[in-house]
């Protein structure tokens, strides 16, 4: 008896570990629907960005109101890689841009906008081919912090992990779907998200209902299909709003999101032919580049007005020239001489006249010279070649002290 | 007569060296045993195994018949206990308490409990909570639990430990009372000598762990004015040996 | 088996004799009225609904089960271990012809009872708040599955429970029993979020495991295997608190 006990306890224990050990091991190797919908999205990303040559992403979303649609939009995006170049169309309903579709291009030298309605092609040059590609699609995943993000999310999605449940196909595709309604929605989550939302639809805007009560989520749908290569093909997403408004009307608003990826490595991107169309060219701003795209545009004379100030009023005595005569992006020359006004000779007693040479400073960034002259060894200052404003700053130390009052900015003296 | 309590080969040392080495026992039906030794002796450790509370490193005791460290369950089917100090509930009332353990022993009802509070003294007390009570009173409650299922054998660590002098002749009495009537078997431990000699038919003495010597009270009377001289001739004899052997 | 149940209402006598559970059905009460005022609050403050009348149970069972039902659980595990261990009254049913494993076995089940009985109450008010404060949302099916939600709770609470008696008998002290389950729940939880791959084995995650049960597609693979986890981990801490109590002595 003394030892049946025992044996006992110790049967019981060995298999109550067992139990443990067996099935918490068969938990860790099954993949949770949710997983399988992170390696679907991890696989396509890192597909994306470095083995498709080219494929196509369209992503639409609707937002109805008790079935009644208020707004949609449309966005495709077209990559290949191997130019590498894209094309991303965009066309929306409702409040966005009267329907028009809009369009544009790019690749590594130059970025083309246009629109529907409007003959006029934008057209923006860059010079920086090798910062250009790094814009291009990146895997998010490889971004440093996406660990710690994909952590958090887990964290997050926490029980509902189950709700994704995947099917699969007999030729070897996988279809991911997912629903949650209200009960199975964490109520915190949703009190949270319902008041993100309510705010979305506080009357501003004419076309949208004003929820004011009894905002909650009703449902989150999903569904996803993955192909046999673990590529993710399209997903699907849908929430529904339920809310009353100030009559107390119910308003069930759903967001439809549909997001699929298709023609891989068959997509064509074609650049548009320009001859005989409306073009304005236009000078990037949103990557200032360390080097100057055409520096040879900056080739010729730019003035401003030498004034002084007398009876209260100020007077213009003169001109101030600065004449690029060379310039090219690793050095610059030219020439800086004042012109006085007839009447005014008595203030060019400090008139100057030099000429100068220029050298790309170390600075990265800026299109910033520095300045040396021939004639004057103290000079020493720098030019900026200001590629938006089309206007150039030189400053040079002697010439601030002057008695009036320097004016470093010059502007093309186009006359 | 027939053997309730076997104790064979009693052992259980504790780290610091003291406990019961080796200790065998027999007590018959309708003894009263007094279980005498000095403090630290191993009485209570020797009755802790008895009952259960403690596990003995060898050697066995069987009530009964039965194993206490196998069937527990049969072998403390007619036995009720008292050891060290009694402990009750102090959030149930005395009542409350004796319905707790009546519930083990399908024969106790509730007439019972108040026959047992009636015997102790304790019948006033009924519905009050132990919280407040004396150590007399609580002792009390405690030997009314032990009697309280009728057992066959009651097995008492200082019974007397608490209790007025009233309370101490009353005790006696239904000790003596239950042993004349219904041929109940007592294991008692005391250092009141006096009190032991009053009541107990059959005296052991345990001493350092290991037991002295077991002897009828009439016979160690027989030598001895007292017991308390038998005791301390007992202990000191053992004593010597003890020394001399170290 | 009748002196198990003599144990058995012997430790739920004195379980409900006890002011601890009193404490415990009131605090329950108050975090459904807290609750409710909470969402009453939501609703006319910032317009939203909050809960419906089914939903509010849900939101009740999703914070009690990770607040103060293991708390309490583990107070009243202490209690009934520890509690009687330092006041040597443990003696008082050792020394009564019954085993120490029907002992055992029966304050496992008054504890275990002792939980079924809070979810109970909590279902049972939760439920009433809802449907007299909040906007009727019930369906049968949904009151079917907030009913089902509360009855499987039962089980990963009886495996903290469980852990907590296992301390008890390890520890000698009740309050650093206390501390040290804390310091555990604490420590799961976190490493839960750090590992969650492996959340499933923690005994912290597994409270949230009635929303397996509300999948539409019901996930009948996952539950079976936590399921199995649990009655495993049951079966091991159950045996090893076992050992541990029945190798004490008093």
């Known amino acids: 008896m003394k030892f049946n006990k025992k044996t006992a306890m110790l049967v019981s224990f060995t298999l109550g570990t067992l139990l443990v050990a067996t099935t918490a091991l068969a938990d860790i190797a099954s993949k949770s629907g949710y997983d399988q919908l992170k390696d679907a999205l991890k696989v396509t990303a890192q597909q994306c960005s470095e083995k498709f040559d080219s494929y196509t992403m369209d992503l639409s979303i609707e937002v109805k109101d008790n079935g009644k649609t208020l707004e949609s939009s449309d966005s495709t995006q077209k990559y290949d890689r191997s130019k590498p170049a894209s094309e991303n169309i965009n066309s929306g309903s409702g409040n966005q841009n009267n329907g028009a579709k809009q369009y544009s291009y790019s690749d590594k030298t130059s970025m083309i906008s246009w629109q529907d309605n409007d003959p006029t092609y934008y057209v923006s040059e860059y010079t920086n081919p090798e910062e250009r590609q790094a814009g291009f699609f990146s895997n998010p995943f490889k971004e440093s912090s996406a660990d710690d993000f994909e952590k958090i999310a887990d964290a997050v999605v926490g029980s509902l992990k189950d709700q994704v449940v995947v099917t699969e196909n007999s030729d070897g595709s996988l279809g991911l779907a997912g629903s949650l309604t209200e009960v199975q929605i964490p109520a915190l989550v949703n009190a949270v998200v319902s008041l993100q939302l ?218 | 007569m027939e053997k309730i309590i076997e104790i064979k080969n009693l052992t259980k040392l504790y780290g610091n060296g003291r406990g019961i080495k080796d200790i065998n026992l027999d007590i018959f039906q309708g003894d009263i045993f007094g279980f005498l030794g000095p403090n630290g002796a191993g009485k209570t450790t020797a009755m802790k195994i008895m009952t259960g509370l403690i596990r003995p490193e060898c050697g066995d005791v069987t009530i009964f018949g039965h194993s206490v460290t196998e069937e527990y369950e049969l072998a403390m089917e007619k036995v009720g206990c008292l050891i060290e100090t009694a402990e009750s509930y102090s959030y149930l009332s005395a009542f409350d308490n004796l319905k707790q353990l009546a519930r083990y022993y399908p024969d106790v009802d509730h007439k019972r409990i108040d026959e047992v509070l009636e015997l102790t003294g304790m019948i006033k007390y009924k519905h009050e909570k132990p919280k407040k009570f004396s150590l007399g009173m609580k002792q009390r409650l405690g030997l009314a639990a032990a009697v309280l299922s009728r057992p066959k054998v009651v097995i008492l660590d200082e019974p007397l430990n608490g209790l007025d002098v009233e309370g101490m002749i009353a005790i006696r009495k239904l000790i003596q009372h239950l042993a004349e009537q219904e041929q109940t078997t007592f294991f008692i431990s005391s250092h009141l000598i006096h009190d032991v000699e009053l009541t107990c038919t059959r005296i052991g003495v345990i001493y350092d762990g290991k037991m002295l010597n077991v002897e009828s009270t009439p016979n160690i009377l027989k030598n001895y004015a007292t017991l308390e001289n038998y005791f301390v001739s007992e202990v000191e004899r053992n004593g010597r040996v003890s020394s001399c052997a170290s | 088996m009748a002196v198990f149940q003599a144990a058995l209402v012997n430790e739920i006598e004195k379980l409900y004799k006890k002011k601890k559970a009193l404490v415990a059905v009131l605090l329950a009460l108050a975090v459904i009225v807290i609750g409710q005022l909470a969402i009453v609050g939501v609703r006319s403050g910032f317009g939203l609904r909050g809960a419906g009348s089914v939903e509010f149970p849900m939101l009740v069972l999703s914070v009690v089960v990770n607040t103060i039902l293991p708390l309490f659980t583990a107070l009243v595990a202490i209690d009934s271990f520890s509690g009687e261990f330092s006041q040597n009254s443990m003696r008082i049913t050792l020394t009564r012809p019954v085993s120490r494993f029907k002992i055992f076995t029966a304050k496992i089940t008054a504890i275990a009872l002792f939980i079924l009985a809070m979810l109970f109450l909590l279902l049972f008010f939760s439920m009433l708040a809802g449907f007299i404060f909040n906007t009727n949302s019930a369906t049968w099916v949904s009151v079917f599955q907030t009913v089902f939600s509360y009855i499987v709770s039962l089980l990963p609470m009886l495996v903290l429970a469980l852990g907590v008696v296992l301390l008890a008998n390890t520890f000698k002290n009740g309050i650093s029993v206390f501390f040290v389950a804390i310091l555990l729940f604490i420590g799961l939880k976190v490493l839960g979020v750090l590992f969650s791959q492996y959340s499933s084995l923690f005994m912290t995650t597994q409270l949230d495991w009635y929303n397996l049960f509300l999948i539409n597609s019901f996930p009948l693979g996952k539950i079976i295997r936590q399921f199995l986890i649990m009655l495993g981990s049951c079966i091991m801490l159950f045996t090893a608190g076992f050992y541990l109590f029945d190798k004490k002595e008093f």
């Open chain 1, 198 to 415: 309510k705010q979305q639809f506080n009357g501003n805007r004419k076309d949208m209902p004003h929820l004011t009560k009894d905002v909650f989520v009703k449902e989150v749908k999903g569904t996803a299909k993955v192909n046999k290569d673990g590529v993710m093909e399209s997903i699907l997403g849908t929430a529904v709003l339920s809310g009353k408004d100030e009559q107390g009307t119910v308003h069930e608003v759903s967001v439809e999101a549909l997001a699929t990826l298709s023609e891989i490595n068959s997509t064509t991107v074609t650049k548009p032919d320009l001859t005989g169309k409306k073009v304005v060219e236009n000078i990037t701003n949103e990557n200032p580049s360390s080097e100057m795209s055409n520096p040879e545009k900056f080739m010729g004379k730019f003035k401003n007005d030498i004034l002084i100030e007398k009876d209260n009023k100020f007077v213009k005595v003169g001109e101030r020239f600065v004449e690029i005569t060379q310039i090219d992006n690793k050095t610059a020359a030219g020439r800086y001489y004042e012109v006085y006004k007839p009447g005014f000779e008595e203030y060019a007693t400090a008139q100057r006249d030099f000429k100068f040479a220029a050298k790309k400073s170390e600075q990265q960034g800026n299109p910033i010279y520095d300045i040396t002259t021939e004639s004057m060894n103290t000079g020493k200052g720098i030019i900026y070649f200001d590629q938006n404003g089309g206007k150039i700053n030189f400053n040079i130390n002697p010439l601030s002290n002057g008695g009036l009052q320097f004016d470093s900015n010059f502007s093309p003296d186009l006359d």
